[in-house]
């Protein structure tokens, strides 16, 4: 499954971007997805996951209450929308399909990754 994702710009504090994660192939929609971002000198940390269905979601304590994952399996696409961003939500963001091997919110878990969007949040 190739992922192509979309949607990573500039913008100012507390405003809000939505991101899109298109998957090629309909396996997609028996995957797990997830969002993870990686700033400048940091290590790559979770964001977001949903399961295949869309029954269950989870967030990284940062982003709670902040941003929601969701998807839509007709278009085998899987979406970030991003509200309340801070400036420390600045990353590279990444969409990724799980390998099915271990917790969600674990980097190890996934074995398919797409090539990253920028998010600037500027003070």
């Known amino acids: 499954v190739q992922l192509q994702a979309s949607g990573g710009g500039l913008v100012q504090a507390g405003g809000s971007l939505r991101l899109s994660c298109a998957a090629s192939?309909?396996?997609?929609?028996?995957?797990?997805m997830a969002w993870f971002r990686q700033a400048p000198g940091k290590e790559r940390e979770f964001v977001a996951a949903?399961?295949?269905?869309?029954?269950?979601?989870y967030y990284a304590d940062s982003v709670k209450g902040r941003f929601t994952i969701a998807r839509d399996n007709a278009k085998n696409t899987v979406y970030l929308e991003m509200n309340s961003l801070k400036p420390e939500d600045t990353a590279v963001y990444y969409c990724?399909?799980?390998?099915?091997?271990?917790?969600?919110?674990?980097?190890?878990?996934?074995?398919?990754w797409g090539q990253g969007t920028q998010v600037t949040v500027s003070s």
């Open positions: 990724a399909t799980s390998g099915g091997v271990g917790p969600l919110d674990k980097a190890y878990n996934y074995n398919n």
């Open positions: 192939a309909r396996t997609f929609r028996s995957l797990d």
């Open positions: 949903i399961t295949y269905n869309g029954g269950r979601t």
